[in-house]
């Protein structure tokens, strides 16, 4: 079985088994801010961890988009955002954080000038190419992910492909 291996940019990391899925901004929120029945499957995947710390990868861009107020309707209070997610991202140690470094950045205006991406896209892009991720979960379709990563979207099927993936390297 595959595990990840050392990451440039923050040193070592504990073994986790592959795949690891990096879920960017909008995938959390499809699995706490949508309606029920939209974000059971995200919410699935995370009860999942569980038996699996670490499995899921983000940037703390991440943190900084959840936590930021939003004018979009059905928004959770900031209040509850904030614990919900401090809770998750932070406290759980279910969900493996990573910081924006500054190689990261630089990397960032590279991919920025190869395929066009927004600047937080690019972000999220260049931290799961840094941690090896085998998925992106987003529900952004403009994100390109390279060769190799595939793109899944947070609905039932994406989520059942990631699990699926999960269960065969168990």
Not at 3 to 32: E, H, K, Q, W
Not at 85 to 99: A, C, E, I, N, T
Request: proline letters at 9%; a neutral charge.
């Amino acid at each position: 079985m595959r595990t990840s291996t050392p990451c440039a940019t923050s040193g070592a990391r504990p073994d986790v088994p592959a795949p690891l899925v990096y879920m960017d901004t909008n995938a959390f929120i499809a699995g706490f801010e949508l309606p029920q029945n939209e974000a059971e499957p995200v919410q699935n995947l995370l009860l999942t961890l569980r038996g699996r710390p670490l499995s899921v990868v983000t940037s703390e861009l991440t943190l900084a988009e959840l936590l930021a107020p939003t004018s979009r309707a059905g928004t959770l209070p900031l209040g509850v955002k904030r614990r919900l997610y401090l809770d998750l991202l932070v406290w759980s140690r279910l969900v493996d954080l990573r910081p924006i470094t500054r190689e990261i950045l630089i990397e960032t205006a590279d991919l920025r000038q190869a395929v066009p991406h927004r600047l937080p896209d690019a972000i999220h892009v260049v931290t799961a190419i840094h941690t090896q991720c085998d998925f992106f979960l987003s529900g952004d379709k403009r994100i390109r992910p390279p060769h190799g990563m595939t793109f899944v979207e947070p609905d039932r099927s994406g989520v059942d492909r990631i699990l699926d993936a999960w269960s065969n390297n168990s």
